[in-house]
Nanobody, 117 residues
Framework: QVQLVESGGGLVQAGGSLRLSCTGS????????MGWYRQGPGKQRELVAT???????NIAYSVKGRFTITRDNAKNAVFLQMNSLKPEDTGVYYC???????????WGQGTLVTVSS
């Protein structure tokens, strides 16, 4: 059974930093694309950043230059370094991943990030 577990959310002041982590389990061959999405209060879920197994990244325009996505294939982990946080970055951040040789996308339970002004 594939599971994704996020950690690292919390409360931070505007201009501060947080690092989110997500570790996957249950996929014998690891994961292909992994990524982060977020859902702000009253908003739809939106893409933040994705990364392929080979390390190619796709970063949302709203966070480009402030957020960095990385991964550790050996640990089935993906990370999101968030710098220069703004109040509009507030939301629940979800990790997602596609197991290798699979087509289903799995989601974590989410971790709350709150940025105070």
């Amino acid at each position: 059974q594939v599971q994704l577990v996020e950690s690292g959310g919390g409360l931070v002041q505007a201009g501060g930093s947080l690092r989110l982590s997500c570790t996957g389990s249950g996929s014998i061959f690891g994961f292909d694309d992994m990524g982060w999405y977020r859902q702000g209060p009253g908003k739809q879920r939106e893409l933040v950043a994705t990364i392929t197994r080979g390390g190619q990244t796709n970063i949302a325009y709203s966070v480009k230059g402030r957020f960095t996505i990385t991964r550790d294939n050996a640990k089935n982990a993906v990370f999101l370094q968030m710098n220069s946080l703004k109040p509009e970055d507030t939301g629940v951040y979800y990790c997602n991943a596609v197991p290798r040789y699979d087509t289903w996308t799995y989601w974590g339970q989410g971790t709350l990030v709150t940025v105070s002004s």
